[in-house]
């Protein structure tokens, strides 16, 4: 499974983005499998942002992004978005998307052990 995260880049303030993530070498396995978004500020530790279950009827948020982020997913498309809203030079960041470990998972999980396929980051800026 290769995960392939694209739509980064230097926003100001306020504006808005829209990552997305394919995924390829998956076969029909995408929709049953949980899918998350995380990040990294330089300087930072790895964290969470948002998860959304194989169905796309379940989701889970960080704190910080509550209320401004929204995770989607398009199973035909293999592929799962983050709109950000209302963007804070705080979220700057390399962010990664990644895949659950196990299919079909009951509830939506934020730890990063629970994920073992990573894609290889999209870098977001936000300026003041």
């Known amino acids: 499974v290769q995960l392939q995260a694209s739509g980064g880049g230097l926003v100001q303030a306020g504006g808005s983005l829209r990552l997305s993530c394919v995924a390829s070498n998956s076969g029909r396995s995408f929709g049953t499998y949980a899918m998350a978004w995380f990040r990294q500020a330089p300087g930072k530790e790895r964290e969470f942002v948002a998860a959304?279950?194989?169905?796309?009827?379940?989701?889970l948020y960080a704190d910080s992004v509550k209320g401004r982020f929204t995770i989607s997913r398009d199973n035909a498309k293999n592929t799962v978005y983050v709109q950000m809203n209302n963007l804070k030079p705080e979220d700057t960041a390399v962010y990664y998307c990644?895949?659950?470990?196990?299919?079909?998972?009951?509830?939506?999980?934020?730890?990063?052990?629970?994920?073992?396929?990573w894609g290889q980051g999209t870098l977001v800026t936000v300026s003041s």
């Open positions: 990644a895949r659950d470990n196990r299919s079909y998972r009951i509830v939506v999980v934020s730890t990063q052990y629970e994920y073992n396929y």
């Open positions: 959304i279950s194989w169905n796309g009827d379940r989701t």
